[in-house]
């Protein structure tokens, strides 16, 4: 018997990075399975329809490649000939489970050294998450060969993670989170909701790899907590297949790990937002959305805008105030210039490519180019 998580918040977030094992997205018999990958993209379509942006990084074609061909194949130009077989019957697995239209992203170690390939990665990454779609991003097991891989999927999804910018990183495993010791072979085993660093201790937390699906296991999900962290990224790891843990996700609630991040960046973008000169701009919002603001640390949507002062451009810094009276709740860089804003000023994310005819993203001011002041300011 394993014990159970306790429930704990979890701080907002609005671009995300899932990374979905090979040992949930297989059935008893090494077969690519839908149980498991069903409630995930569920919860990806729920993260999006809050207006959150998610990529996923998805193992599981070496896995789906071996259920198509009998006997076993385990040395490395094998896998490499599985991942190839595997890759397209692992992307439809989730096409088939979501709306919008999944991309392959295929990355290596070479794609991410060499500079101009990490930035053509990152624009493409950006645009499509722009365009509404779901990357999909896997190690391309076909051309890494040892020395020229990333290692496993958890370290890929923390290298991913920098790369777009995310602020958490998800990682479903098949059990609740870490434990203090294997969660089935140590009777004493304990979880652990909280690890503010990856020391060498909790790194023997983690005993070897994973089954004979995978290649990470627990070692390898703390490797890549340790780096998100690093990067100012907080990890949560929880169960993938435990459904109470997943709906607790949309509420910005975690049963299972958090590794928080080391948080200098926010604290240094924070002091950046807050001493920025002011374009002069003033957005009015709603209780609803100061609401929001302040209590949930929401990004500003248009519904929640009543009125735009001033003019100003795409990423000006503005003052938000309160629909009447002249009280600064908050300021922050807008991603629309102030006569598109007046245009979509109260009407829904998705309504404004409808009216503007093109799209900066679902918020007009990003949670992460705001900085709360005053009173809001003590919540968040
Ligand atoms: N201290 C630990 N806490 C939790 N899991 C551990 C620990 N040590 C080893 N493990 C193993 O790691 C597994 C979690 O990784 P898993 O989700 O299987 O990996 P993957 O995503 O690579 O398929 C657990 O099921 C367990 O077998
Ligand atoms: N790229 C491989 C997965 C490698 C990997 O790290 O697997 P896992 O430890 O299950 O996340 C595949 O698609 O099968």
């Not at 259920?67 to 991942?83: E, P, S, T, Y």
């Not at 779901?134 to 923390?158: C, F, M, Q, R």
């Amino acid at each position: 018997m394993t014990f159970p998580f306790p429930e704990q918040p979890l701080p907002t977030w609005r671009r995300a990075v899932l990374k979905v094992g090979s040992s949930l997205l297989t059935d008893g018999k090494g077969r690519l399975g839908k149980r498991n990958a069903a409630a995930l993209a569920g919860l990806v379509s729920r993260f999006r329809d809050q207006g959150r942006e998610v990529l996923l990084v998805s193992s599981g074609a070496v896995a789906a490649g071996r259920g198509l061909m009998a006997g076993k194949r385990n040395g490395l130009v094998q896998r490499q000939a599985l991942a190839a077989l595997g890759q397209t019957p692992m992307l439809s697995l989730w096409q088939g489970l979501v709306e919008q239209p999944v991309a392959q992203v295929l990355l290596s170690h070479d794609d991410l050294r060499n500079r101009r390939r990490y930035l053509n990665a990152q624009a493409t990454l950006r645009e499509l998450l722009r365009i509404g779609a779901l990357p999909i991003v896997n190690e391309n097991d076909t051309v890494a060969v040892d020395e020229l891989k990333l290692g496993d999927n958890d370290n890929l999804a923390a290298v991913v993670a920098t790369l777009v910018d995310a602020d958490m990183l998800l990682i479903a495993t098949d059990t609740g989170g870490l434990y203090t010791g294997h969660p089935t072979r140590d009777p004493d085993a304990r979880p652990v909701p909280r690890v503010k660093e990856i020391t060498p201790g909790i790194m023997r937390m983690a005993q070897g790899g994973a089954g004979t699906l995978g290649t990470g296991g627990m070692s390898t999900k703390l490797e890549a907590a340790s780096k998100a962290a690093a990067a100012d990224i907080g990890t949560a790891l929880f169960c993938g297949h435990d459904e109470v843990a997943i709906s607790a996700l949309t509420h910005d609630r975690l049963r299972g790990t958090f590794i928080p991040p080391h948080g200098d960046r926010l604290v240094a973008r924070k002091m950046w937002l807050r001493h920025t000169p002011p374009s002069g701009g003033v957005v009015r919002i709603d209780d609803g959305a100061a609401e929001a603001l302040a209590e949930r640390g929401a990004s500003l949507l248009p519904g929640g805008v009543v009125s735009v002062e001033g003019d100003f451009n795409c990423s000006a810094m503005v003052d938000v105030t309160c629909a009447q009276g002249r009280k600064r709740l908050a300021r922050g860089l807008v991603q629309y210039q102030s006569a598109d804003l007046q245009r979509i000023a109260g009407r829904h994310s998705r309504e404004i490519e409808a009216v503007l005819g093109f799209h900066n993203g679902h918020s007009v001011i990003r949670r992460e180019d705001m900085v709360l002041l005053g009173a809001a300011a003590a919540v968040h």
